[in-house]
């Protein structure tokens, strides 16, 4: 495997609000190679946004806490100084965002935001910054570039001003492209367009592109690797293929089943995630996502799932406390259109779990996986398998 | 924009006929006082009065007099003749003019340079000690009634009255060709004073508009292209943040140009307010009528400068 | 932050109270704006006090002329008021005077040394009065002359033209009917011919001929500024113009006093340099020490009234404002003077109900607190309670009794006496001692005062007392011009109470203090300034008779029964023998013209005494 571009290694940032600290990023990792296209998906509230906005550190501002690495090209961002930080914003590392209309400064013409871009980092003149100006706006596809280059942002559509932002970014000939949510706010013709100039930019730059976002349909078509956070913690880690294909965490089984296909059965239902995103000033106890989880266990409310890798699916980890075996036969379940309740009875309560099939052996698991699992697994698998909350029998679940 | 600017100054002339309407009716229709008895003196004979008044044109119908004073003011730029001083009142006007523009310009002046760059560090300081401090300090600036506080100034910082002799006194003032340098003097202390709470004012609206302006999204693209910090702030934001400023500044000083009263009466500044003030004192139909179109169109005016200007600064207001 | 919060709320309030108060204590501004217009004052001989509330004068300023002033330099002038009319026929306001007396040459004047005597100016000598006191015969001095351009001497003909224009419309004169009674002038028109009472025998002797027995009085009436000589070639031109061209323009003006007036800015400034063509010698009674005058107006009272206190050489024209009167009075008291001025009086209208009935109104009388009208303008400092309508600086003060008066039960309390009240109130016909009668056109009795102080506090002192004898009332404040000209000035709207009604006499004789405020013959539908209505023929008669007496004593005491009658038919209720306080700079020697209670600029150096 070459080098990787970016490496993000147990990056923490806190905020210290009136509130409480928020805990918006909380130990990830991951890296990007160059000339790939990560994936990272999440709700709202996720840490997406916060772990990338703080690569190029911009979270620096607030009161925040940040702790880790962020290599790039062999140098920590993290604790890099500002000026140094800045010469790498908008040149190395690029970053779009959402709302292109709010995101352009309204009272200056494109043509001058663009050559503001490339005037900063290289000081060419104004007559050549304005031809790479028009140049850059050719280059994303925008018919016309001559004239349009001296409009204003609210000139163009919604589309077309998207590609003026991506236009930006690029004017330095970045190597990594962060793009924040950059669909999300275009109708859905103009999603594919803005996604196949992504692609089509990649492949003829060799830029890697960070694509951040709560719909996992757009990083099916894009991504080489997907990385799922839920309450600023990256639980499940793959390529694109083995997400959509053997998804392990019931979040992305939540994420996925909430898709609606063109292809499923008319009548069938699309299963929401309950609850909402947990508080990450308080986050709740044990797994992260055991209150909305539909296949909690007693123990899940005492024991931090940490990553651990998935058996026979290189380059995949999840952090989960289900066991391997019955993650797939869950998602083979959900496949096939079941309920997760019916699911659930099935496969988190029964009495008798093949051995092999049961907690990964514990010194697979990665740092600090969950001592009591492992010391349950030696004690009986039985034991563990068959809690359940307050006492209420096996015998007594036929309510759903 | 051509036509806009065209359909505006229309507009501007039927507000100032309404304008000088309503002027002559609260004139004569709330008790004022009665301007050919005032002429008169006391316990005149009756034919005197009669005599005042017909020469004075108020023995004609309401209607007939407005009309005549229209026709003057319409044809040929003339506003009459003050019932107190027998003077023309355009003349009137036109001299105390100079002295209202150099009250009002250095108070824009010493208002801009002290208020924005206050509110700018305030914003980019905010809830620090030093915010709160500046921002409490403008608070009472903006709440300290400007006669009350000229008078403290005075009584303070006079050369002639003051505790500290720093300042020209009250009814210092020179012309500015008759003699600069006293000229200058007499208008340090006013100017001060006339621009503290608007100095105030604008340092708080700066502060906000910037703090909310900062919180946009276009800043942060700014900073994601690695612009220096004073680059977002003094070309991004400030671009942002400015433009209500640049609207309530013509405002002000389209108000201002019709006399800053309090200011011109402490001072004892031959301004076009004090005239006005005089005139009410009067009852002189003439001057409060004269002074109250010229500040009307003055703050007509000013109105659609500031329409225009922002129609230049905002590009997204241009084609409606 | 809460707690910094509250702090910051407690001093705003802090400070909006000091505004409060700054505010409210500059709006008393000068202690004349009470009444607008002027007159002669001056003290009858023996008030050397300012009454009987015993205020210490010892400290005050010296304001009587010193033969060791010294000549020379520019005498600065301060006020807050401008100037009215600066043409002389038809000045008639106290700041005018200052100007007009220094500018231009009437017959006779009040000087500072002679205050209630009139001292021949541009006459040579008293006048003669016939015994029938109907013509009076005036010899003027030899060699006055007009200034640049007109340059000659001053005739006659020249006097006789000045009373001429009195009468035209265009010099908008406001007293020559009611002063000078003379044949063949208009008495209720006006007119811009000669008047055929008037005859010039030679070129230094003016007669005139009156209609009625008036020589007495209008001996007196010869110090108003109107009889100042105007040349006739060359001031009819101007007096084509209505207002007269002289009056807009007054540099215009051909002068014979001792200065001239250089520059004019209605309502700011006034320049006054020395009459190339006034001879000391000539003139033999203004000495005018200074060589130039600058007098800025319009300036704001209190910061004036400081500046002054401040300075070396400035003259304030008008009063100080209370606060800075008291603050001088304690720490500047050698650049205070405080001397008589006028009265105020609160009139009660005699024609209509309920005051038409004269026990009311003596009641009424009896039951005001007096003092409080002294307080509210500003206490001791300011002037006395007064008992009736002839007041300290005025000849006949002391035949009328003095500070005590004629001792009617009604005005002996100053603090008011309900006794007395009740009593009257059961001769009316109201044994409880409250009203239960009928109102004129306003259901209740109108008050109408002036809006700024002390106004609002006079109308609540009536109407306090007004209440306590169960009389419905209505309180009406205005602007002091509109309380003039529309209500209380207006006989039509038959207010029933003015109680800012004041009166500074047009000359130091009784007749210029008690005519026009209370003689039926004075009552003109405009402007009128017998607020009271009041039109007893034994009023009348009384004030007619008395101004036929040439003999000065006989007057004085014909005079003091007037003003007894007018006490008599309870016609307003006396408030206060006011004062009027004058400030200067250290060095400047300000001398006092008590006729018209103000500085005199004829007899004040710049540059103080030797």
Redesign the interface.
């Known amino acids: 495997m070459s080098e990787p571009l970016l490496e993000v290694k147990d990056l923490r940032v806190r905020f210290h609000t009136e509130d409480g600290v928020v805990h918006a990023v909380d130990g990830i990792s991951y890296s990007i190679e160059k000339g790939k296209t990560l994936g990272i998906v999440g709700e709202s509230g996720s840490g997406k946004s916060v772990s990338s906005l703080t690569t ?1 550190g ?1 979270t620096r501002r607030f009161r925040a806490s940040i702790d880790g690495q962020i290599l790039f090209g062999g140098r920590d961002l993290v604790s890099m100084p500002e000026d140094q930080l ?6 190395d590392i ?2 779009i ?1 959402q ?1 292109p209309l ?7 013409k494109v043509g001058k935001q663009l050559m ?2 490339v005037l ?2 290289r000081p060419v003149g104004r007559a050549a910054a304005h031809a790479r100006a028009v140049e850059l706006l050719e280059l994303v596809g925008i018919p016309d570039p001559k004239t349009r280059v001296n409009q ?1 942002p ?1 000139e163009f559509s919604g589309g077309m001003r998207q590609r003026v ?1 991506i236009a ?1 970014a690029l004017a330095n000939e970045p190597k990594l492209l962060i793009a924040d949510e950059p669909t999300t706010a275009l109708d859905v013709t103009v999603q594919a367009q803005i996604l196949a100039l992504l692609q089509d930019l990649q492949q003829r730059l060799g830029m890697a592109i960070i694509i951040i976002t709560h719909d996992l349909g757009v990083v099916a078509e894009i991504s080489d690797d997907i990385a799922v956070m839920y309450a600023g913690r990256i639980v499940e880690r793959a390529d694109t293929e083995s997400i959509f294909t053997r998804p392990q965490h019931p979040y992305t089984w939540g994420l996925l089943k909430s898709i609606p296909l063109l292809t499923s059965p008319r009548d069938e239902e699309l299963v929401p995630i309950a609850g909402r995103p947990p508080s990450l000033i308080n986050r709740p106890s044990g797994c992260f996502f055991h209150p909305r989880c539909p296949y909690v266990r007693e123990e899940h409310k005492r024991v931090d799932p940490r990553l651990a890798p998935v058996p026979d699916s290189p380059g995949h980890s999840v952090a989960c406390l289900l066991s391997p075996g019955v993650r797939t036969q869950i998602w083979q379940g959900l496949e096939a259109g079941r309920q997760p309740e019916e699911l659930r009875h099935e496969y988190v309560e029964a009495p008798a779990v093949p051995a092999g099939a049961g907690v990964a052996a514990p010194g697979v698991a990665a740092s600090g996986a969950g001592v009591a699992s492992s010391g349950a697994a030696v004690t009986g698998v039985a034991t563990t398998e068959v809690t359940t909350t307050d006492g209420a029998d096996a015998g007594q679940e036929d309510e759903s | 924009m051509g036509r806009y600017i065209i359909r505006r100054l229309l507009w501007v002339i039927v507000l100032l006929i309404i304008v000088s309407i309503v002027t002559f009716l609260i004139f004569y229709l709330l008790p004022s006082a009665d301007p050919a008895a005032l002429r008169a003196g006391r316990s005149p004979n009756q034919q005197l009065i009669a005599a005042i008044r017909h020469s004075l044109g108020l023995d004609k119908p309401l209607y007939v007099q407005y009309w005549r004073y229209m026709k003057g003011v319409i044809l040929h730029f003339d506003f009459g003749y003050s019932y107190e001083y027998s003077q023309p009142v355009r003349a009137m006007i036109v001299q105390r003019l100079p002295a209202t523009i150099s009250l009002t310009v250095g108070a824009v002046i010493i208002w801009l340079a002290t208020g924005l760059p206050t509110g700018i560090i305030s914003a980019i300081r905010s809830r620090t000690l030093l915010d709160r401090t500046t921002m409490g300090g403008s608070l009472l600036a903006i709440s300290a009634p400007v006669y009350w506080l000229g008078l403290v100034a005075l009584y303070l910082f006079a050369n002639d009255i003051g505790k500290v002799h720093i300042f020209d006194g009250a009814n210092t003032y020179t012309g500015l060709t008759s003699n600069p340098g006293r000229w200058f003097g007499s208008l340090l202390l006013p100017w001060l004073v006339l621009a503290a709470s608007f100095s105030a004012f604008y340092a708080r609206l700066l502060r906000s508009n910037l703090i909310d302006t900062m919180s946009e999204d276009y800043i942060r693209t700014a900073r994601a292209k690695g612009l220096p910090e004073r680059r977002v702030i003094g070309r991004h934001a400030m671009r942002s943040a400015i433009t209500p400023i640049v609207t309530v500044l013509g405002l002000d000083i389209g108000t201002l140009m019709g006399g800053a009263i309090l200011v011109e009466t402490v001072f004892n500044i031959p301004g076009v307010g004090r005239l006005a003030y005089d005139g009410i004192q009067n009852a002189d139909l003439p001057i409060i009528q004269g002074t109250v179109l010229f500040g009307a169109f003055f703050i007509v005016i000013a109105n659609l400068i500031v329409d225009i200007a922002y129609a230049y600064l905002d590009p997204r207001v241009r084609y409606s | 932050m809460r707690p910094f919060r509250l702090t910051l709320t407690l001093i705003v309030a802090i400070v909006c109270a000091f505004a409060i108060a700054a505010c409210g204590s500059s709006n008393k501004s000068s202690s004349s704006s009470g009444s607008s217009s002027s007159g002669g004052t001056s003290s009858s001989g023996g008030t050397s006090s300012t009454g009987s509330s015993g205020l210490s004068l010892a400290g005050l300023a010296n304001t009587k002329p010193a033969s060791n002033e010294t000549t020379g330099g520019t005498l600065h002038v301060i006020s807050a008021e401008g100037w009215e009319h600066l043409d002389p026929g038809a000045s008639y306001f106290q700041i005018d005077y200052l100007v007009v007396y220094a500018t231009q040459t009437p017959l006779y004047e009040f000087t500072p040394t002679s205050p209630t005597k009139p001292v021949p100016l541009l006459a040579a000598g008293p006048p003669t009065i016939s015994a029938d006191a109907k013509t009076v015969t005036v010899h003027i001095k030899h060699g006055f002359r007009f200034s640049p351009p007109v340059n000659r001497e001053v005739t006659s003909k020249d006097v006789a033209y000045a009373f001429e224009r009195m009468f035209n419309s265009n010099v908008q004169n406001g007293y020559a009917s009611g002063y000078y009674p003379i044949v063949g002038a208009p008495t209720s028109a006006t007119s811009d011919k000669p008047i055929s009472g008037i005859t010039t025998p030679d070129k230094y002797t003016v007669v005139f001929h009156l209609t009625k027995p008036f020589g007495g009085t209008f001996y007196q009436a010869l110090t108003l500024p109107g009889t100042a000589a105007m040349p006739a070639g060359y001031a009819d031109s101007f007096d084509k113009s209505s207002p007269s061209k002289l009056d807009s323009d007054p540099t215009k003006q051909a002068f014979t006093g001792p200065y001239m007036i250089q520059s004019y800015q209605a309502g700011r400034q006034l320049v006054l340099v020395r009459n190339p063509n006034w001879s000391r010698s000539v003139d033999g009674v203004r000495p005018a020490y200074a060589d130039k005058i600058i007098w800025s107006a319009g300036n704001d009272p209190t910061v004036a009234a400081r500046q002054t206190l401040a300075s070396t050489n400035l003259l304030m024209a008008d009063g100080p404002p209370n606060n800075v009167l008291k603050s001088a009075y304690f720490h500047n008291k050698s650049q205070l003077s405080i001397a008589p001025l006028g009265m105020y009086y609160a009139a009660l209208n005699t024609t209509v109900p309920p005051f038409n009935n004269i026990n009311l109104r003596k009641a009424a009388i009896a039951a005001q607190d007096r003092q409080a009208y002294l307080l509210a303008r500003g206490g001791k400092l300011v002037g006395s309670v007064a008992t009736h309508f002839i007041y300290p600086e005025v000849a006949g003060f002391q035949e009328s009794g003095g500070f005590s008066g004629f001792g009617q039960d009604y005005v002996s309390n100053p603090a008011g006496s309900m006794t007395v009240a009740c009593k009257y109130m059961k001769l009316a016909g109201y044994p409880n001692c409250k009203y239960t009668g009928g109102y004129g056109q306003y259901g209740s009795v109108l008050i109408v005062g002036s809006n700024s102080d002390p106004g609002p506090q006079e109308m609540q002192i009536v109407q306090n007392g007004l209440q306590k004898l169960g009389f419905k009332t209505t309180i009406k404040a205005v602007p002091q011009q509109t309380m003039y000209s529309k209500f209380c000035g207006y006989v039509k709207a038959r207010v029933n109470v003015c109680p800012t009604a004041g009166w500074i006499e047009d000359f130091p004789d009784p007749y210029g203090a008690l005519f026009v405020p209370f003689s039926g013959e004075a009552i003109v539908p405009v402007n009128n300034s017998n607020w009271a209505d009041l039109n007893d023929p034994k009023v009348n008669k009384a004030i007619d008779s008395a101004a036929a007496i040439t003999n000065e004593s006989q007057r004085l005491q014909a005079f003091a029964q007037a003003d007894k009658q007018i006490v008599d038919d309870a016609a307003a209720i006396p408030e206060v023998w006011a004062n009027n306080p004058l400030v200067e700079g250290t060095k400047v020697k300000g001398v006092l013209d008590p006729s018209n209670d103000d500085w005199d600029l004829t007899f004040s150096s710049p540059m103080g005494t030797s």
């Open positions: 190029l911009l800045r010469k790498i914003r908008g040149n690029a970053m965002f709302d709010s995101s352009l400064h309204p009272f200056y503001e871009a900063i980092h204003f609210h932002m930006m």
